[in-house]
């Protein structure tokens, strides 16, 4: 089975930062790698799918890269809103997530 | 716009059952593959089923297969989670997720575009 594993699990940052956050997968997925954002209370909402593609209404200041197994989720300069937890999905094979990035106000 | 939104959540014992259903308006729903997903308190998130537009297909996680039943009507616009057995751990907020499909190919690639708000199950005597 493959396992995705996120690090950070929690970093602190301040607005303005540039926050990368890294979903490793244990065997290659190619390019299936899809990013969530989740605030407390709230449902997860699409940020990345297909490791690259921002998905329709989010800012730019979010990107993604990689393929194989290493892929990384990059907020360019972070705002007050994005203070949140962060989570990889792989659909090679199932439907996996990672363990999560909180991302907290410093 | 679209919206999905659960219901039937509550406290059940250990050992009961509970039906969840997900109202999907916004979209032609026949159209659409549909998953649920569940978040154990303080926890990450855990896929749990999937079920194919026309109903024919259907996929469980490890973890609640034999226990629990995903199905659908289209003709209401709903998606339902039948769980029997309830344990403790199954304590959690299950959200429903529309499937989107991406790419072309033999294997499609997908997402989970839009969830519901949740909806909380707490299993305790």
């Known amino acids: 089975d493959i396992q995705m594993t996120q690090s950070p699990s929690s970093l602190s940052a301040s607005v303005g930062d540039r926050v990368t956050i890294t979903c490793r997968a244990s065997q290659s997925i190619t390019r299936y790698l899809n990013w969530y954002q989740q605030k407390p209370g709230k449902a997860p909402k699409l940020l990345i799918y297909?490791?690259?593609t921002l998905q329709s209404g989010v800012p730019s200041r979010f990107s993604g890269s990689g393929s194989g197994t290493d892929f990384t989720l990059t907020i360019s300069s972070l705002q007050p809103e994005d203070f949140a937890t962060y989570y990889c999905?792989?659909?090679?094979?199932?439907?996996?997530f990672g363990g999560g990035t909180k991302v907290e106000i410093k | 716009e679209v919206q999905l939104v659960e219901s039937g959540g509550g406290l059940v014992q250990p050992g009961g059952s509970l039906r969840l259903s997900c109202a999907a308006s916004g979209f032609t729903f026949n159209n659409y593959d549909m998953n649920w997903v569940r978040q154990a308190p303080g926890k990450g998130l855990e896929w749990l089923s999937y079920?194919?537009?026309?109903?024919?297909?259907?996929?469980?996680a490890d973890s609640v297969k034999g226990r629990f039943t995903i199905s659908r009507d289209n003709a209401k616009n709903s998606l339902y989670l039948q769980m029997n057995t309830l344990r403790a751990e199954d304590t959690a907020v299950y959200y429903c997720a529309r499937h989107f499909k991406f790419g072309s190919g033999s294997y499609s690639p997908y997402c989970f575009d839009y969830w519901g708000q949740g909806t909380l199950i707490t299993v305790s005597s």
């Open positions: 079920i194919s537009s026309g109903g024919s297909i259907v996929y469980y």
């Open positions: 999905q792989e659909t090679y094979s199932s439907s996996l």
């Open positions: 297909g490791a690259s």
